[in-house]
């Protein structure tokens, strides 16, 4: 492989990563380490034997005089064989101690990744050594206006928090699209000092979540080459109504302006049926500009619309999630658990609806929560290492007869047994089932939060 590139100039440098496009990484590497399987980033192999400069951990871009910065990623084609990003991009170290000294313009952050060059490789689990997967795509990435100012508002919340001796509670669902991802080995192995606080947080990473990479992989990587049926459409149309406002405060001050409405008058307003079982989530979307059933920036963030209905202030039902499978919980380490992955990197829009005495209901306000990290590090890894055990062991049914019915009861985390979180059916009907690690078929089930505890939530926001 000829290493003649003009390490100054980005095209030069995009030209000569797209020689990599549908060869694997054995074939970039010199022919004494073919089938190398030991440890290795496979950025720092196409650094080193592709474009031929020795590894460092400057602050500056990998390609300074040009000002570029080479990252190297991964994404998956799904079951109903679209493509999506496999995993977050980890961008620079988070400096506890430096960073709150920085300005967002001129910031380590900014300076070196302003310029990436992707590199993103398919993932293939039937491929055993990673030195084997096929390079895809190669391409000069720039961060598009409408999204530096939400980069940028992410990047002052996290400053924010470290300046306020809260580093330890960063988590990925306090942003958008940029986030604070744990980097390291895990445990107290990573533990840094943080300026403000005596306690030590996690080493954390600047970072482009998954939804943000897969939405970088859609529309500017495999736009033209794969359709598909998204009908997305953008929130902000003019970027001058974020000047003075945060994203968030955009979306919060436009449900405001309808607080108090009743819902059947609203959907009466924005066309919407009324039989419709996600009506609620659509009269957002509406009342946002959205025509159609997703909203451009809600994917990228990974944002979940979350309707909340409220009877005399209180929430009438607990929150459910997408049902789980028994085997992938009963096989899971907590650390790398679905439920976990959810919580701790998405954020939710709690849309507050409020029924009167005599039935109305009408739209209440909004608020974006993730959930704090202490309460997934506690009250739910308890339930979902209780869920898990159980699972294992074998769920227990007890047969109790009434006068009208006959009920089952299982052993699965009540919620009264939980602060947080519990198991409920979330099948169709009791026909709906999934296959138990011991070969037996049981109603599918999923995580709830618990009522009291979104409540619990609210009250706190006022």
Known sequence: MSLEYDKSNPISIEEHAKR????????????????????????????????????????????????????????????????????RLVLSIINYMDVIE???????????????????????????????????FAQLFEFPKEDIKIIKDDWVKIINKIKDGKAHELSEGDTLYLGACT???????????????????????????????????????IKGKKTYNNDSESIIKNLEVLKNNTFEDYIKNKVEEYKGKEVLKLCEEFDISTRAKNKNANLILKILGVKGKKAKEFEKANIEIKTIKLKNGKPKESMSFRTFKFKEVANSKWEDSDFRNVLSESRFLFVIFNEDDNGVERLETCMFWNMPIE?????????????????????????????KDTIRRNNL?????????????????????????????????????????????????G
């Open 375 to 403: 309460d997934i590090e506690n009250d739910v890894k308890e339930m979902w290492l209780r869920t898990k055990k159980i699972i294992k062991e074998g769920i227990q049914v007890e047969v109790v007869q009434r006068k």
């Open 20 to 87: 990599l496009i549908n060869m694997s990484f054995n074939d970039v590497l010199p022919d004494k380490f073919k089938n190398y399987k030991g440890k290795g980033n496979l950025g720092q192999f196409i650094e080193k034997y592709h474009f031929g400069y020795d590894l460092n951990s400057d602050k500056e871009a990998d390609f300074k005089e040009a000002g570029v910065e080479l990252k190297v990623s991964c994404f998956k084609q799904n079951k109903n064989k679209t493509y999506s990003a496999k995993e």
């Open 183 to 221: 980097k390291g080995a895990g445990g107290n192995k990573d533990l840094r000092k943080q300026p403000c606080c005596d306690i030590k947080a996690k080493q954390r990473a600047f970072s482009l979540k998954q939804s943000y990479m897969t939405h970088i992989l859609r529309n500017y990587f």
């Open 413 to 461: 985390p009540k919620s009264t047994e939980n602060r947080v979180a519990h198991v409920r059916p979330h099948g169709r009907d009791s026909k709906d089932t999934d296959v138990l690690p011991n070969g037996d078929e049981f109603t599918k089930q999923s995580f709830w939060l618990n009522k009291n505890y979104i409540y619990e939530q609210i009250k706190n926001r």
């Open 102 to 136: 920085e300005q967002f313009e001129t910031s380590s952050l900014i300076e070196k990744n302003k310029l990436l060059l992707l590199i993103y490789y398919l993932y293939d689990n039937e491929i055993k050594n990673k030195l084997d997967y096929i390079i895809k």
